[in-house]
């Protein structure tokens, strides 16, 4: 329980960073929205596959892509079928979990 509540917030407030300063989410990528098969048929062709994926609450999903290559995509997806690439990067690694029980 307590981890989940520490997820959601930490989901939120990235997300709420990259919206309350848009100097950082601006230097990344533009705000693009549309329909998520869509968005995830173009990430397809740049070979960019769901790496991590959140729930902010019941309607919303965060969702990151990631190529071999580095590159990454973070999305925000709602249950009506509309995604929106909040931010894009690059040097995207990925770290193997801990061995053990999730709490």
Known sequence: MKR???YRLMATALVASAILYPGVAA???AVACAKRVDIVAFLGHLSEKLSAVGKLDPNTIVEIYAAESGNWTMMVSDVSGRSCIILRGDTWESIPALP????
């Open 27 to 29: 230097s990344q990528a």
């Open 100 to 103: 053990g029980s999730k709490a």
């Open 4 to 6: 989940t509540i520490l």
